[in-house]
């Protein structure tokens, strides 16, 4: 397997240095003119799928084409004359550019497109260098949900604990390393063991858009240790619009959603729902995934793999010109989900979402605008073990139950002047559950003792301009954090026994800061560097959390210090002729990474019968790597691309002898060949992983073989319908992502086989 992952980076490799040949020779050619570039949003982030139309102004002659992954597209074989260039994608504002070709021309366009709303009048968004999932990948997308589809960018991954609700992990980050917001808002998962992480509680249909901003380099979200991902939902467009979406596919997967929107240049409104529902997959040795965890016999066939139903609205007002009101809520209510990766199934996870955004702009004494938004997020999480073995013979319809509520109260404003923002971000975030285990009589336990976290933070930018190919960015941050749980529902005993505490109090001080230069030359190179610092504090669980088991116990540190990394970014790309290259490498030390560990009893307490718990302690680590990805037009309908991330992580403090840090990914390569004549389009695709033998043994990790999956996907467009057929794990492969190695609390040991050949039909209305 290994020597077939060389042979597919090999073979990429190959493909696009010929494909770059092809087309630097087809460039050659002067007979005809053509027209190349990159189309962005107003935040600088690529777009793909959108939809290029370059029509003869005297004659009404055209040529279509659409951006590849990189959002660069290429018109090509156009004869001399007055064009007419049109750029399209849903959710945008159609783009037009007037441009006039003589023979042999090869004329560079960027195009920069609005989004198609009620004109949100503050830009709070810098420019910073970011990927991008837009509408059109995720509607194309056979992924269950966002942390599977987003999977797909270089440099990010999932972990898998069923058929849905992956974790979002970036360069090897994961869980609170991670700032997963949804339009700016933040949402805890409630279950301790990870069952739903923030992506899950946003539904593909309510989705506009993913931003991922990689590395310590975001000074307006407090916490982003690794990077930031920033799920931005549909919002109301002018005029009258509506979509609707049916998919079926393996596993009696059914998914169906709907929304509209309506609006005028004063006000807009939008409302949707979708529903959602699959029984458990079969992997690629033919048996279900639940097949290795316990599930009691037959208990599993009138219980699906998951079921959820998400219902959502939003209005926008302009009382005035330059003001702007934006109210939004989402409501998502999901039934039994199995989670064979963990020794609890959900029985019931509700969500609810609701915000409000100000806007003003032209402020007096020259202040550009404000920008103000506060939300209110809430999750209630009911598992247990009632489908398990565990739950046999036991008083009640489970051995062991867990109920688990987060809420998060925030808020934030923005000021800018010229090229200066100016900002404020507070909130307040509870986390609270209780525990009930056959072994303790049901007795509840606050497992986490309703430990509320209290972060006020300030932070700045400014951009500049020294020079036409220069541009110049820097941005502070710094933050108070107090945490603190309730003395009388806190497992006291337990922090005694392992850690030599009764602290139920913490404070930290979060300093945030970031430098980055970027040059742009007319050939088409461009060039990034940057330095930055970022830090996060310990969250709830990793401070606070106690429960007593039979052979080990879990614990947290309320003694630990919050995890800073100090690192660097540097990319370099080429963008000319329909080609986009890109090199981009990075190195980041952390101090203080946060890492599970076992801990010895260090004191005899009465009650604590263990002498080992697994808890959590402060590690020195490294986090390094390369990203690498390119896209070719072989020709105005045929795009080549290919991509390739490694990151490496070691540890210093874990212990004596453990150098890699747990949980890494492995070296990932993707090659995919896409055609699309705004008619039809079809893309085939091979993806792949190497062996990741560099585990941490301590924790009982284990290596995973590499592998390689081909998957391949065919779709018509008719006016304002269009039809996708999919069939994913072409050759029906048996493999584990090394991600499927899950630590505690709750683990079941097993590993979590990805999806065997899976098919899927969709269908999608636009009006």
């Not at 399209?88 to 497109?113: K, M, Y």
């Not at 209780?434 to 497992?447: E, H």
Request: glycine share 10%; proline share 5%; with cysteine.
């Amino acid at each position: 397997m290994r020597a077939f992952t060389r042979r597919v980076l090999f073979t990429s490799l190959v493909a696009l240095c010929a494909a770059a040949t092809l087309t630097t020779r087809a460039a050659a050619q002067p007979a005809t003119a053509t027209i190349s570039g990159v189309v962005t949003a107003a935040d600088g982030a690529r777009l793909p799928g959108v939809a290029l139309r370059a029509v003869r102004v005297d004659s009404g002659g055209q040529v279509e084409s659409f951006s590849s992954d990189a959002g660069v597209f290429r018109l090509g074989d156009l004869a001399p004359g007055l064009y007419d260039v049109a750029a399209e994608l849903p959710g945008f504002d159609t783009r037009v550019s007037r441009v006039r070709l003589e023979a042999g021309d090869s004329i560079s366009l960027p195009l920069q497109l609005e989004v198609a709303t009620v004109r949100e009048s503050v830009r709070v968004v810098g420019d910073a260098p970011r990927d991008s999932v837009e509408a059109f990948e995720l509607s194309e997308s056979r992924a269950r949900d966002l942390g599977e589809a987003i999977a797909a960018v270089p440099g990010m991954g999932k972990l898998r604990k069923g058929a849905i609700a992956n974790d979002i992990v970036l360069r090897g980050f994961q869980g609170k390393d991670v700032t997963v917001l949804i339009d700016g808002q933040r949402i805890d998962g409630a279950c301790p063991g990870h069952m739903d992480p923030p992506a899950f509680h946003v539904d593909f249909a309510e989705v506009n858009r993913v931003e991922v901003s990689k590395g310590p380099f975001d000074v307006k979200n407090q916490g982003g240790l690794a990077g930031v991902v920033n799920v931005v939902t549909e919002r109301p467009q002018r005029g009258w619009h509506g979509t609707a979406t049916v998919a079926f596919g393996t596993a009696d997967m059914r998914s169906a959603s709907a929304s509209t929107s309506a609006g005028g240049t004063r006000w807009a409104a939008l409302g949707g729902a979708s529903a959602r529902r699959a029984d458990p997959y079969r992997d690629g040795r033919g048996r279900p995934m639940t097949s290795d965890s316990g599930y009691r016999a037959g208990i599993l066939e009138d219980v699906p793999a998951y079921d959820v139903w998400t219902g959502w609205g939003r209005i926008a007002l302009v009382p005035r010109a330059g003001t702007t009101l934006q109210i939004s809520y989402t409501r998502q209510s999901a039934d039994t989900i199995v989670y064979p990766y963990l020794q609890m199934d959900a029985i019931y996870d509700n969500a609810d979402r609701a915000g409000a955004r100000l806007e003003i702009a032209d402020l007096p004494g020259g202040w550009g605008g404000l920008a103000a938004h506060v939300y209110y997020t809430e999750v209630n999480h009911w598992m247990t073990d009632a489908l398990r073995t565990t739950a046999i013979g036991r008083p009640r319809a489970y051995s062991m139950g867990t109920q688990a509520k987060t809420a998060i109260a925030g808020g934030r404003a923005e000021l800018q002047r010229g090229r200066m923002t100016l900002g404020v971000e507070a909130s307040r975030r509870n986390w609270n559950t209780i525990t009930m285990l056959a072994m303790q009589d049901y007795v509840p336990r606050a497992a986490m003792p309703d430990v509320t976290m209290n972060v006020a933070g300030a932070f700045g930018t400014v951009t500049a301009a020294p020079h036409e190919a220069w541009s110049l960015e820097a941005g502070a941050r710094v933050d108070r954090a107090a945490t603190a749980a309730d003395p009388r529902l806190a497992n006291l005993a337990l922090y005694l026994a392992y850690q030599g505490t009764t602290a139920t109090t913490a404070s930290d001080l979060l300093p945030t800061a970031y430098v980055r230069a970027r040059w742009r030359h007319d050939s088409g190179w461009s060039a990034m560097s940057g330095v930055g610092h970022a830090a996060r504090v310990p969250d709830q669980q990793e401070r606070f959390y106690g429960v007593q088991r039979m052979g080990s116990d879990w614990v947290g540190n309320p003694a630990l210090a919050a995890s800073r990394n100090t690192g660097a970014d540097g990319e370099l790309r080429y963008t000319g002729g329909g080609l986009d290259a890109a090199v981009t490498a990075f190195f980041y030390r952390i101090a203080d990474h946060i890492l599970p560990t076992d801990r010895a009893r260090i004191a005899a307490v009465p009650g604590v019968m263990n002498t080992v718990a697994r808890s959590y302690s402060n590690v020195d680590a490294v986090m390094r790597g390369v990203e690498a990805s390119a896209t070719v037009p072989l020709a105005r309908t045929l795009f080549l691309s290919a991509d390739l991330s490694v990151v490496r992580g070691t540890a210093r403090g874990a212990s004596p002898d453990e150098t890699n840090l747990p949980e890494i990914p492995p070296a990932r390569a993707r090659m995919r060949l896409r055609y699309d004549n705004a008619r039809w389009n079809a893309v085939a695709e091979i993806a792949g992983a190497s062996r990741q033998d560099r585990v941490a043994v301590q924790l009982h990790e284990t290596a995973t073989p590499g592998h390689a999956v081909m998957s391949v996907r065919g779709g018509l467009r008719m006016r304002r319908l269009s039809v996708t057929a999919a069939v994913d794990n072409l050759f029906d492969a048996a493999y584990a992502e090394h991600l499927s190695y899950q630590r505690d609390p709750f683990r079941n040991g097993v590993r979590l086989f990805e999806p065997g050949r899976t098919a899927s039909l969709s269908l999608a209305a636009r009006f």
